[in-house]
Protein backbone atom coordinates (compact mmCIF):
# COMPACT_ATOMS: atom_id res chain seq x y z
CA UNK A 1 0.00 0.00 0.00
CA UNK A 2 1.18 3.74 -0.67
CA UNK A 3 0.48 6.67 1.60
CA UNK A 4 0.59 10.15 0.91
CA UNK A 5 0.64 13.33 1.99
CA UNK A 6 0.51 16.70 -0.03
CA UNK A 7 2.39 20.30 1.11
CA UNK A 8 2.78 23.43 -0.36
CA UNK A 9 -0.74 24.83 -0.99
CA UNK A 10 -1.38 28.65 0.22
CA UNK A 11 -2.75 31.84 -0.92
CA UNK A 12 -1.14 33.51 -4.05
CA UNK A 13 -2.25 36.29 -6.11
CA UNK A 14 -3.14 36.60 -9.67
CA UNK A 15 -0.09 36.29 -11.70
CA UNK A 16 2.11 34.11 -9.02
CA UNK A 17 3.81 30.75 -8.46
CA UNK A 18 3.28 27.76 -6.24
CA UNK A 19 4.45 24.63 -6.07
CA UNK A 20 3.17 21.53 -4.50
CA UNK A 21 5.03 18.75 -2.99
CA UNK A 22 3.55 14.83 -2.98
CA UNK A 23 5.49 12.49 -0.57
CA UNK A 24 5.13 8.60 -1.28
CA UNK A 25 5.27 6.49 1.50
CA UNK A 26 5.17 2.67 1.39
CA UNK A 27 5.19 0.15 -1.36
CA UNK A 28 6.12 3.36 -3.69
CA UNK A 29 8.38 0.96 -5.92
CA UNK A 30 5.38 0.06 -7.48
CA UNK A 31 4.00 3.16 -8.55
CA UNK A 32 3.36 2.92 -12.06
CA UNK A 33 1.23 6.59 -12.13
CA UNK A 34 1.10 9.54 -9.77
CA UNK A 35 -1.05 12.30 -10.64
CA UNK A 36 -2.14 15.62 -9.52
CA UNK A 37 -6.55 16.75 -9.32
CA UNK A 38 -8.27 19.34 -7.82
CA UNK A 39 -11.55 20.08 -6.76
CA UNK A 40 -13.76 22.65 -6.16
CA UNK A 41 -16.98 22.59 -4.14
CA UNK A 42 -19.74 21.32 -6.54
CA UNK A 43 -17.76 20.28 -8.96
CA UNK A 44 -15.94 16.67 -9.85
CA UNK A 45 -12.95 16.30 -8.80
CA UNK A 46 -10.70 17.14 -12.31
CA UNK A 47 -7.20 15.78 -13.58
CA UNK A 48 -4.74 18.21 -13.33
CA UNK A 49 -1.47 16.53 -14.46
CA UNK A 50 -0.12 13.06 -14.66
CA UNK A 51 3.56 11.09 -14.80
CA UNK A 52 4.01 7.58 -15.74
CA UNK A 53 6.90 5.59 -14.34
CA UNK A 54 7.95 5.32 -17.86
CA UNK A 55 8.15 9.67 -17.34
CA UNK A 56 5.01 10.00 -20.20
CA UNK A 57 3.86 13.75 -19.23
CA UNK A 58 0.04 14.91 -19.62
CA UNK A 59 -1.37 17.83 -18.72
CA UNK A 60 -5.14 19.18 -18.84
CA UNK A 61 -5.54 22.35 -21.07
CA UNK A 62 -6.38 24.66 -18.51
CA UNK A 63 -3.06 24.37 -17.07
CA UNK A 64 -0.63 23.71 -20.16
CA UNK A 65 2.15 25.61 -20.64
CA UNK A 66 1.55 26.97 -16.74
CA UNK A 67 2.24 24.23 -14.54
CA UNK A 68 4.90 21.57 -14.92
CA UNK A 69 4.62 17.91 -12.72
CA UNK A 70 8.07 16.44 -11.77
CA UNK A 71 9.27 13.57 -10.11
CA UNK A 72 12.81 12.32 -10.19
CA UNK A 73 12.65 8.68 -8.84
CA UNK A 74 10.42 6.15 -7.13
CA UNK A 75 11.90 7.51 -3.94
CA UNK A 76 11.53 11.22 -4.42
CA UNK A 77 8.47 13.29 -3.98
CA UNK A 78 6.34 14.33 -6.89
CA UNK A 79 5.93 18.43 -7.36
CA UNK A 80 3.45 20.54 -9.47
CA UNK A 81 5.33 24.13 -10.19
CA UNK A 82 2.44 25.98 -11.10
CA UNK A 83 3.19 29.53 -12.96
CA UNK A 84 0.67 32.20 -13.47
CA UNK A 85 -1.53 31.40 -11.41
CA UNK A 86 -5.39 32.34 -11.88
CA UNK A 87 -8.34 32.53 -9.52
CA UNK A 88 -9.80 29.68 -11.36
CA UNK A 89 -6.89 27.75 -10.18
CA UNK A 90 -8.24 28.20 -7.13
CA UNK A 91 -9.37 24.35 -5.40
CA UNK A 92 -8.07 21.46 -3.24
CA UNK A 93 -5.13 19.69 -4.78
CA UNK A 94 -4.78 15.88 -4.43
CA UNK A 95 -1.98 13.67 -5.01
CA UNK A 96 -2.72 10.32 -6.27
CA UNK A 97 -0.82 7.03 -7.06
CA UNK A 98 -1.59 3.80 -8.75
CA UNK A 99 -0.36 0.52 -8.44
CA UNK A 100 -1.30 -2.65 -9.10
CA UNK A 101 -3.58 -3.46 -5.60
CA UNK A 102 -5.22 -0.05 -6.88
CA UNK A 103 -5.17 4.03 -5.82
CA UNK A 104 -4.11 6.08 -2.56
CA UNK A 105 -5.08 9.71 -2.31
CA UNK A 106 -4.01 12.73 -0.09
CA UNK A 107 -5.90 14.49 2.07
CA UNK A 108 -5.24 17.32 -0.30
CA UNK A 109 -4.38 20.94 -0.21
CA UNK A 110 -5.93 24.42 -0.71
CA UNK A 111 -4.35 26.64 -3.14
CA UNK A 112 -6.47 30.26 -3.21
CA UNK A 113 -5.80 32.39 -6.07
CA UNK A 114 -6.87 36.02 -5.20
CA UNK A 115 -7.59 38.49 -7.65
Known amino acids: QVQLVEFGGGLVKTGGSLTLSCVAS????????MAWYRQVPGKEREMVAIITENRGLYYADSVKDRFTISRASSKDPMYLEMNSLKPEDTAVYYC?????????WGQGTQVTVSD
Open 96 to 104: TSVTGQGRA
Open 26 to 33: GNTACISV
